[in-house]
């Protein structure tokens, strides 16, 4: 009877398995992708997309970590624990009371909320556990003697260090301003708190939706009356709220306030839990389709000119897996699409346990207590592997326009995604194959088909819940071929496929000091001036990509708009000096 329930079980385990296996989606078996490249049509990478989340700055073994990654961008402090930053001691502390009331819902019922993760707040407080700015400080000194420039910083600022006296000019503002100029940092950018929309990471200073305005239209003239060129945010829900409904709309009542609107994204579910182990997978695989959403269905409703920071993101379904990867890598490549939208993103986060780039394990402090830490020598999970092919693949590259033909997973989500990129005289095709098929490649280059050589690499996965350690300085890539034969994409693949023929137009690109557009924002009507006075033809696209206006015109061009819908819009100018795009936001 024994052996009968053990085979029962264990019959049960493998379809459970399988089950938890089966590929979400329904394509054809002879399936084939065709990458069309127009050469002509050229932009920069922003490489501002490629940030990160990194914190612990202070013990060498903290400093090596950090030199190693070389972030793109830093942000400084994250989290909840932003909220609660106390810059003088450089610790959390308690801003006001433990709990307080505030207006929950449409209704404006009054509640009474205790601050979230309070005792962890008390315990760093009362050991003066640092956060590390000078840490950081020394770091930026260093990368500034050796580059000549510090880290590209992302400034979290605490909403209710000012007090409740929201006219006093944000004197703990301005001060921590002034002290971290005097570091040597540069404060070019500021969230204006973080997910200030949960009660639970507000206080008892700025309780209410209308306490976080009137603090946060203080902190910022505060601010920009120190330098105008500083740009701030305000935090918008990218889902919906039973405790605020109305946050984002009262937030964005007054849009002369804020610069840019920050959103954090979590792609992903439980793939553990067979009964939605397929959503799980689906999820992920789809994740550009769910980063957008979030962004197009909730901030871009109340703040459509407004640029996102996506200051904390990540794809993760069950942990760093072959679809978290891939979802992660295609939402790179939808990003760099939608330059016009996303300014800023930071990978949450690199050397902390949620969606960590680095492996973790669990040691026996001399307490005797169980604790995790970052394991050494260092291995990279399979984030920390597509994060080093992504940066690879895309960092200061200049962007080619290209169409992938193939057929879709969901609408709006095609099984095999692509970005055209040229740097250093090369040009690469990045791919992410999100099928579960090898799939044959053709690339088409101003309508000509490219049969000559070509180098491709790739890492690729032979199941969705597949995960895989390596070494830090292993290459994740393998060769998976080398000449003129025909390309193939490996199934569930991130694929750098080198061009090494490739002969593209020879346009370059305009640098955007060299035009001049104004006023914009404007109400329909814009001047071009450009510093030389070349013939150039102009043509205005919609955020969907639709021709919506064009012309040619010498030096210098008013141009009013044949459409008068509100929104933003893409101008792309190409001449003999070569070709540059420019956002036009119409409002």
Known sequence: MLQKVLVFCFTMLISVMVFAQDYPFSLPSDMEATINITSTSKEEFNNLLLGTNTHHFTTTVEKDLINKLKPITIRFPHGLWSNWYDWRRDVTRLFGTESFEYEQGVNKTIKTKTVDLLESIKTFDRLNIKVGIDGLTSLNTTRKSTTGRGFDMMWTFNMSAD???????????????????????????????????????????????????????????????????????????????????????DLTEDLTYFDAVTVHTYVGSDPDDSSNSNEAYSTALTARKHLGNSIYDYAHQVAPNKPIWLTEWGVKSGGPNAVSALGMADCYIFMSQNQ??????????????LNSHYVWETYISPSGVERPRIKYPLEKTLFGSAYEIIRWALENTTLIESDVQVPNLVDGVKS????????????????????????????????????????????????????????????????????????????????????????????????QNEVRIYPNPNKGVFNIKLKHGDDTQYRIYSINGVEIQKGNFVSSKEIRFETNQTGIYILKLEGAQGVSTHKIVVN
């Not at 995604?417 to 490649?441: C, E, I, M």
Request: aromatic share 8%; glycine share 6%; proline share 5%.
């Open 163 to 249: 007090g409740t006296d929201f006219n006093n000019g944000c004197p703990e503002t301005i001060a921590r301003y002034d002290d971290l100029i005097a570091r040597g940092f540069e404060v070019k950018v500021v969230e204006m708190g973080n997910e200030c929309f949960y009660p639970g990471q507000r206080s008892s200073i700025i309780p209410n939706v209308e306490d976080y305005i009137a603090r946060a239209k203080s902190m910022s003239a505060s601010l920009k009356a120190k330098d105008p060129n500083i740009k701030v945010s305000v935090p918008l829900l990218r889902r919906d709220s039973w405790a605020n409904p109305n946050w984002n709309s």
């Open 340 to 353: 016009n939208v996303f300014e800023r993103a930071n990978w949450f986060s690199v050397n902390g346990k």
């Open 416 to 511: 095999v995604n692509a970005r055209v990129v040229t740097k250093d005289g090369k040009t690469s095709v990045f791919v992410v194959n999100l099928s579960n098929q090898d799939v044959p490649f053709h690339v088409n280059i101003d309508g000509v088909p490219y049969t000559e050589s070509t180098v491709h690499k790739a890492i690729s996965f032979s199941t969705m819940d597949e995960e895989r350690a390596m070494g830090i300085d292993v290459n994740p890539l393998t060769l998976i071929s080398e000449g003129s034969q025909s390309i193939t994409l490996p199934k569930f693949s991130i694929n750098i496929i080198e061009l090494t023929n490739a002969s593209l137009s020879s346009s370059k690109i305009v640098k």
